[in-house]
């Protein structure tokens, strides 16, 4: 009789352990860029009993389980973009799914526009590619052998060339992230350089903006 008495509280007490697990990490959605290394981590106040993940679609990864707690961790491909992640507990409790999104390079530049601002200087303004939450995208602007990165808060560039002549001048944006190079844009901008004249006649003075041959 001690024996079975004994088995009986044992029993309750896995049942009423069991039913009160509750969730004290849960996985949050991640944005990242192509083949960085991401860990979705879960855990809930009853140690005994750790928790494990569940994906849709099922992903290559490496779970880790361990005193309430676990760790799922994977290399960000195309292939996982947008696969959804919860969190199961021993008594069929469940997280809020969570996402994966993975940035790749980014798409080139739109509504690229270009124009000579005055007589020394050329000026281009573009809008940026999409680009997920928090990450970012920054740009290699190139005009014959002349270079400039600039970074995501920056949609425009003047360009004045050291020794401006009469041409056409190319203009190629190259975007690129963490992840590489995306893709390139480009546009022509006519330049007439000019130089100013000042003359003086009989207390008149006259200015003319002459091009430069």
């Given at each position: 009789m001690v024996s079975n008495f004994k088995f009986t509280l044992f029993t309750l007490f896995i049942v009423s352990d069991v039913n009160s697990i509750s969730f004290t990490i849960v996985p949050e959605t991640q944005y990242v860029y192509v083949n960085d290394a991401v860990t979705f981590e879960c855990a809930t106040n009853v140690t005994q009993y750790p928790p494990s993940f569940v994906t849709n679609?099922?992903?290559?990864g490496s779970e880790l389980t361990s005193a309430g707690l676990a760790s799922l961790t994977l290399t960000a491909t195309s292939e996982v973009n947008g696969t959804e992640f919860t969190?199961?507990?021993l008594n069929g409790a469940t997280?809020?799914?969570?996402?994966?999104?993975v940035q790749g390079p980014p798409d080139s530049v739109s509504s690229l526009t270009g124009y000579q601002l005055d007589s020394c200087c050329m000026f281009i303004s573009w809008y940026p590619p999409f680009t997920l939450p928090g990450l970012t995208v920054q740009y290699i602007i190139s005009v014959g052998t002349d270079q400039q990165y600039l970074n995501d808060s920056i949609t425009n560039y003047t360009y004045c060339p050291m020794n401006p002549t009469n041409k056409q001048y190319l203009f190629n944006i190259t975007t690129t992230n963490k992840a590489g190079n995306g893709s390139t844009s480009n546009i022509t901008v006519g330049f007439q350089s000019t130089r100013l004249i000042i003359a003086s006649y009989d207390n008149f003075i006259v200015i003319v903006n002459s091009s430069v041959k």
């Amino acid at each position: 009789m001690v024996s079975n008495f004994k088995f009986t509280l044992f029993t309750l007490f896995i049942v009423s352990d069991v039913n009160s697990i509750s969730f004290t990490i849960v996985p949050e959605t991640q944005y990242v860029y192509v083949n960085d290394a991401v860990t979705f981590e879960c855990a809930t106040n009853v140690t005994q009993y750790p928790p494990s993940f569940v994906t849709n679609p099922s992903v290559d990864g490496s779970e880790l389980t361990s005193a309430g707690l676990a760790s799922l961790t994977l290399t960000a491909t195309s292939e996982v973009n947008g696969t959804e992640f919860t969190c199961k507990a021993l008594n069929g409790a469940t997280t809020e799914l969570a996402y994966l999104y993975v940035q790749g390079p980014p798409d080139s530049v739109s509504s690229l526009t270009g124009y000579q601002l005055d007589s020394c200087c050329m000026f281009i303004s573009w809008y940026p590619p999409f680009t997920l939450p928090g990450l970012t995208v920054q740009y290699i602007i190139s005009v014959g052998t002349d270079q400039q990165y600039l970074n995501d808060s920056i949609t425009n560039y003047t360009y004045c060339p050291m020794n401006p002549t009469n041409k056409q001048y190319l203009f190629n944006i190259t975007t690129t992230n963490k992840a590489g190079n995306g893709s390139t844009s480009n546009i022509t901008v006519g330049f007439q350089s000019t130089r100013l004249i000042i003359a003086s006649y009989d207390n008149f003075i006259v200015i003319v903006n002459s091009s430069v041959k």
